[in-house]
């Protein structure tokens, strides 16, 4: 009878821990999510920052878009300044990545250029930006990749890290790493590549995003990156 008792007690606590097991990670993984957005300054800081102007060399993933770039972007309207190389030429493109439109593009010289030889590279143009972006705000575009916790962590670099999972960023599956102390993202694990994070800085208004990715074969480096809540609307209109 005391076997028989100390058997239902085993599956009791055998079904609570199942059953309280999701919702301790899922209050790990809600830790660590703040701590993320405090790392980065405060959701209200990426809410309030209106412009966001950044050169990126590395992670050409578009054969259409070549070499360095540099972005200006209106969180709001989705107005976009492009300076770079597009179809091997030294271009300044205004568009609105939101209808996808391409409203004026010039030459290096202030030249405009005719629209329809640049419409067919425009979903390139548009999807180099997205994925620029998105690396550039990796702690706040991972936080809605559908993450959840584990109960793992690991020393890198005298550092303690969480390893936290991820489901959809960048339309693949992963995990990350976030410093247990700063809530920095050190680490992520992508595609069967590994990218150290780094080079966090203030780009304005207390706003705080990484600026260095490294991996084995693919470096990903924001030279320049500042926010801004005012600029000069003639930007999105001519060169």
């Known amino acids: 009878m005391k076997h028989h008792k100390n058997i239902v007690r085993y599956i009791y606590l055998l079904f609570a821990a199942l059953t309280f097991a999701p919702a301790l990670l899922f209050g790990q993984s809600a830790a660590m ?22 050169t990126v060399s590395g992670n050409n993933k578009y054969p259409a878009v070549s070499g360095s770039r540099k972005f200006l972007l209106d969180k709001q309207s989705g107005n976009v ?32 250029l ?54 959809n960023f960048l339309g693949s599956k992963g995990c990350f790493y976030v410093s247990e102390e700063t809530g920095f993202i050190k680490r992520l694990e992508i595609n069967n590549k590994t990218f150290a994070v780094n080079g966090y800085k203030d780009i304005g208004n ?16 924001y030279q320049k990156v500042a926010s801004f809540t005012e600029m000069e609307p003639e930007k999105f209109k001519e060169f």
């Open 114 to 167: 005719t629209l329809q030889e640049y419409k067919s590279v425009l979903p390139d143009l548009i999807d180099q930006y997205n994925l620029d972006l998105k690396v550039l705000s990796l702690p706040i575009s991972i936080l809605a990749a559908n993450i959840s916790g584990q109960d793992n962590s690991k020393i890198i670099n005298a550092e303690k890290l969480q390893k936290l999972d991820f489901s």
């Open 33 to 54: 999510t703040d701590k993320i957005w405090n790392a980065v300054g405060g959701k209200s800081k990426w809410e309030s920052t209106k412009y966001i102007m950044f």
């Open 206 to 221: 207390g706003l705080v995003l990484p600026t260095s990715f490294k991996s084995s074969g693919d470096n990903i480096t």
């Open 81 to 112: 300044r492009f300076e770079g190389t597009l179809n091997n030429e030294n271009v300044v493109a205004l568009i609105n990545v939101q209808s996808q439109k391409l409203n004026h593009i010039y030459d290096e010289n202030g030249s405009e």
